[in-house]
């Protein structure tokens, strides 16, 4: 993904509503097999079961950290408002 940095709350809340609905799309059907014993294919069920459980994991860490981008972005918005306002004499 390519994009200037900004201190900008509006691209922050932007690019993270990019994320909104991730985890829904995420989260496939379960893999069955009627009655397979051949070992392979019930491996392959497990693998896929964990695969998905640790995308799942993976994408709400993602989330989580994603969420705080707002909010930081407000912070450096507001850090840059005073600077310019000491900048211009405001700071006096």
């Known amino acids: ?4 940095i900004v201190s900008s709350t509006s691209s922050a809340q932007t690019a993270v509503s990019k994320l909104i609905g991730i985890n829904e799309r995420l989260e496939a059907p379960k893999v ?4 397979s014993t051949v070992s392979g294919m019930t491996k392959g069920k497990q693998v896929n079961a964990q695969v998905l459980t640790n995308l799942t994991d993976l994408t709400n860490c993602v989330w989580k950290q994603a969420e705080k981008f707002p909010q930081i972005a407000e912070k450096i918005a507001y850090r840059d408002q005073q600077s310019a306002e000491q900048f211009r004499g405001g700071g006096r």
């Not at 993904?1 to 200037?4: A, F, P, R």
């Not at 069955?32 to 009655?35: A, I, N």
């Open 1 to 4: 993904m390519e994009g200037k």
């Open 32 to 35: 069955t097999f009627s009655g």
